[in-house]
Nanobody
Framework: QVQLEESGGGLVQAGGSLGLSCTASGRTRSSYVMGWFRQAPGKEREFVAAMSSSDRYYADSVKGRFTIYRDNVKNTVYLQMDSLNAEDTAVYYC??????????????????????WGQGTQVTVSS
């Protein structure tokens, strides 16, 4: 089992920045990789970003504005969000999946392919 705990989030004005972090515990030496999804009210959960040791993947809607990175010593993955706008308002979830899912572009964006989830953290961007 892998447990994921998010922190960060909150309220920010449009154009501002915010950072999220997600710390993994449990079977952290497994082959799981980590990423972020988000879900806005009335919408489906959507892929935001994920990374392996060598590659980073982003949704088109956040490319150039969001950065995913990690600290292996702390078993923590981060999401730096810049140039935020109202459309970024959502609950953000940390998630873990296998490397084979991450590199398969037919599966990478599907939340059903992710095995573990954090509790979610609210990000609200005021316009």
């Amino acid at each position: 089992q892998v447990q994921l705990e998010e922190s960060g989030g909150g309220l920010v004005q449009a154009g501002g920045s915010l950072g999220l972090s997600c710390t993994a515990s449990g079977r952290t030496r497994s082959s799981y990789v980590m990423g972020w999804f988000r879900q806005a009210p009335g919408k489906e959960r959507e892929f935001v970003a994920a990374m392996s040791s060598s590659d980073r993947y982003y949704a088109d809607s956040v490319k150039g504005r969001f950065t995913i990175y990690r600290d292996n010593v702390k078993n923590t993955v981060y999401l730096q969000m810049d140039s935020l706008n109202a459309e970024d308002t959502a609950v953000y979830y940390c998630a873990a999946t296998t490397y084979s899912t991450l590199v398969d572009e037919t599966r990478r964006f599907d939340p059903n392919e992710y095995n573990y989830w954090g509790q979610g953290t609210q990000v609200t961007v005021s316009s």
